[in-house]
């Protein structure tokens, strides 16, 4: 059987909501209307703003710096001045940073990287016999009779890098390295903030770690020189003053940049389209639900900003948030049209979203079709705010438009751009700046954030399916 689109579901529904007697009466040609309103010029001149906070303020707008808390009133007072209720919660951060990372192997060097939250070595290092582990180094049986104070060598795999590190600690080692598993360095992994009875750990790809494997007694040093510094930052939260408030439809992004660069891609350009779409929605709507626009802070540094958020909501406000769209990078300079892929039909990676993301999957894929780019699918991966969301059991959707992975050639010839490039080569970078956005790609999104937003701000009854 056909499933009917989001569209005709939508148009259906508004029609007997509004004959309800006691719903509130929608402006139901209000999608098209904010769709009509938005634009990529005005989205634009957000980002142009960004770009000068940035150059005013070392060049960043990153956790901790005066980018950021200029970022954030620049967000609040174009909220405020929309008429929107606005709020500036804070929330703690601790934030792990390295200062150095070195491992030598009988003299010669071997690249590592710390892994996140590893305890440190201090400057000096720890210096012992390389022992190398058969397996994983899970089980306390793998470790025995490792020699006291050696550096214990084991592969990623089967168990958490925080059980690992407390094994080898258990078993008297000074400090434990990781191999990768598959191709490439073990980067972007973490023990947990929360860990304890852990080693210093590094991570070392898999070609290093097959290389020592047979240097089992050959002299190593590791230095991680590494801190976990506490702080504190600010989320920005925008709701409509009408609307259900029992009934919640969030649009979000990170608004921090990294250290090395303004992030006008990632993600001015997400806060851009939502700054956009949240003046051309305006304060005070004709909307049955309410609607909350969400400027996360230190998203860079672990998601943090979202996840705090979430855990400091009672049960009872969780409930009411209907859906999250999230918005992080959609103006990449190669650009890819992607959506969350809310239905795992693409059966990569993470499976679907929470019930209801299918449907969020389907609004976002119509926008963009309708404004001349069908999109693909892309992974909850986790990497960015949705994932509170999707563990919270929250329905969640998106937009992206690509990192550093390569555009295929079928990518190409469905959307133009070159082929075997990145989709944005500035990723984490200085020159993420304002001359390398591609404003098509900024247009088409916004214009998809507020169809989007503006049908489930109307209805929420195609997320349950009823």
């Not at 929470?354 to 926008?367: N, W, Y």
Request: charged letters at 20%; proline letters at 7%; glycine letters at 12%.
């Amino acid at each position: 059987m056909r499933t009917p689109s989001v569209a005709a579901v939508f148009a259906a529904l508004v029609v007997a909501l509004a004959g309800c007697a006691d719903a509130p009466a929608p402006d139901t040609a209000l999608p098209d209307r904010l769709v009509e309103a938005v634009t990529g010029d005005g989205a634009f001149r957000h980002l142009a703003e960004l770009q000068r906070i940035a150059d005013g303020n070392s060049g960043n707008r990153a956790l901790g710096t005066p980018g950021y808390e200029s970022s954030v009133e620049y967000v609040a007072s174009t909220l405020r001045d929309a008429g929107y209720d606005v709020q500036t919660p804070t929330f703690a951060v601790r934030r792990f940073t390295v200062q150095d990372q070195r491992l030598t192997v009988d003299g010669g060097p071997v690249p590592v990287a710390a892994l996140e939250y590893s305890p440190s070595t201090g400057p000096s290092g720890v210096t012992g016999p390389l022992a190398v582990v058969a397996g994983e180094g899970c089980q306390p049986a793998a470790l025995a009779g490792i020699p006291a104070r050696s550096v214990a060598l084991v592969r990623r795999g089967a168990c958490t890098f925080a059980e690992k590190a407390a094994t080898a600690a258990r078993a008297g080692a000074a400090a434990l390295l990781v191999a990768n598993n598959e191709d490439g360095p073990l980067t972007g992994v973490t023990l947990g903030e929360d860990t304890t009875g852990a080693v210093p750990v590094g991570g070392l790809s898999r070609a290093d770690g097959q290389a020592l494997a047979g240097r089992a007694g050959t002299p190593v040093t590791l230095m991680l020189v590494t801190a976990v510094e506490e702080s504190e930052s600010r989320n920005v939260l925008a709701q409509t003053r009408t609307g259900n408030p029992d009934e919640v439809v969030i649009a979000g992004g990170h608004l921090d940049s990294v250290p090395a660069g303004p992030g006008i891609n990632d993600n001015g350009s997400g806060v851009a389209a939502l700054l956009e779409t949240a003046v051309r929605l305006g304060g005070s709507p004709g909307v049955a639900n309410a609607v909350r626009f969400a400027f996360w802070g230190a998203e860079e540094v672990g998601l943090v900003g979202s996840t705090q958020y979430l855990r400091g909501l009672s049960d009872a406000d969780r409930a009411r948030i209907a859906l999250y769209l999230n918005l992080d990078m959609v103006a990449s300079p190669n650009a890819g049209y992607f959506v969350y892929d809310g239905d795992d039909s693409d059966r990569v990676g993470a499976g679907p979203g929470p019930a209801g993301s299918a449907a969020i999957e389907r609004a976002l894929a119509e926008a963009l079709t309708a404004k001349g780019a069908p999109p693909a699918g892309t992974d909850f991966d986790g990497r960015s705010d949705y994932g509170p969301f999707i563990q919270a059991g929250i329905p969640s959707g998106g937009l992206f438009t690509g990192a550093t992975e390569p555009k295929t050639p079928e990518e190409a010839q469905r959307w133009g751009g070159t082929a075997g490039a990145p989709h944005d080569p500035c990723y984490h970078q200085a020159c993420d700046r304002l001359d390398t956005v591609n404003r098509t790609a900024l247009d088409r999104n916004t214009d998809a954030l507020a169809s989007t937003v503006a049908r489930f701000a109307l209805l929420t009854t195609p997320l349950t399916g009823r």
